[in-house]
């Protein structure tokens, strides 16, 4: 469950640089874990390349799609972009499944072990390793001039324009870079399950990972990471009740968005401030200094 946390956390940080901190609502993420994990798989078993170089090769690939998918969907707006994103995601997912004789479609297609083992530990540091250095990438990028670029295209695209920024190739630039966050996850999950097969590419996987980020918080740089991990756990706890807990989870937005926007990340703030308010010795640990002081 830790590893697949962990899964989850990657995926959820590349898809908030695009449309939480971009404004690019897109709902083909998921789809490039899943060109990463297959392209990887199927050069280690066709080609006979080392695990590593296959995982690179799927990241190089799933870039470059990216990169083209930008180029094409990207001067559209809001549910324009949605749509067509949503509808490669759904052609990349039948076109895996007919494939059968190279993808095997439904029966699943066997991917070698990374280390070896289906047990966890191992895999565990590995995805720890991997969402570290995912959240540490995302915070220099955020932080960095190009940051302030994708603010200023999701506050407002046209005044961004006008005042020089290349919108389009900003909005590429991060369509591509969360490709590569999405089929980093794709492949080595793929290495860690050992059977790859086209049910992950469904839309009920981008619904998964679109309310892990706003259960976590939209727009904040911790919000992915804590709805990941906590809607992964909530998940498992509910695996029982089948499909029903993907209503709980809609029920679940809907009372977050109406009462804290800011997901968990608001909550964890909220809760933080009345623990300020009630112990006065912790004031002028959190409250600013005043001019003087």
């Known amino acids: 469950m ?14 908030n640089l695009l449309a939480g901190y971009t404004g690019q609502f897109s709902l083909a993420h ?14 280690v078993l066709y080609a006979r390349v080392p695990i590593l170089v296959g995982i690179g ?10 990169y083209g998918l930008g180029t ?3 001067r559209m707006r809001a549910i324009y972009l949605a749509l067509a994103t949503w509808a490669f ?18 029966l699943g297609l066997a991917a070698p072990f990374l280390f070896g083992t289906p047990r966890p530990t191992a895999y565990y540091y590995l995805f720890l390793a991997l ?19 994708m603010r200023a295209i999701r506050d407002d695209e046209e005044a961004a324009a006008v005042m020089g920024v290349d919108t389009f190739k900003w909005k590429r630039f991060v369509f591509a870079a969360s490709a590569v966050f999405a ?23 981008m619904a998964m990972i679109i309310v892990m980020v706003i259960v976590g918080g939209l727009r ?20 029982a009740w089948g499909e029903v807990r993907m209503v709980l989870f809609a029920l679940l937005v809907i009372v977050i968005a109406r009462g804290y926007p800011a997901g968990l990340v608001g909550i964890c703030r909220a809760l933080a401030a009345r623990l300020v308010a009630r112990i006065p010795a912790l004031e002028p640990v959190f409250s600013p200094r005043r001019q003087g002081d």
């Open 2 to 15: 830790l590893v697949t946390s962990l899964y989850y956390v990657i995926l959820a940080i590349g898809w």
């Open 30 to 43: 998921h789809t490039f874990a899943g060109i990463g994990a297959y392209t990887s798989a199927l050069l």
């Open 57 to 66: 090769a799927g990241v190089v690939v799933a870039a470059a799609v990216g």
């Open 72 to 74: 094409l969907c990207l």
């Open 89 to 106: 995601a759904e052609s990349v997912r039948l076109l895996v499944t007919v494939e059968y004789e190279i993808t095997r479609g439904d």
């Open 131 to 149: 969402a570290l250095g995912a959240a540490l990438v995302a915070k220099e990028l955020v932080d960095s001039r190009v940051g302030s670029y």
């Open 183 to 205: 089929a980093v996850a794709g492949g080595f999950q793929g290495h860690y399950v050992g059977l790859l097969s086209p049910t992950p590419m469904k839309f009920n996987e």
């Open 220 to 239: 904040t740089f911790a919000g992915p990471m804590l709805g990941a991990v906590f809607i992964e756990v909530l998940s498992e706890a509910l695996r």
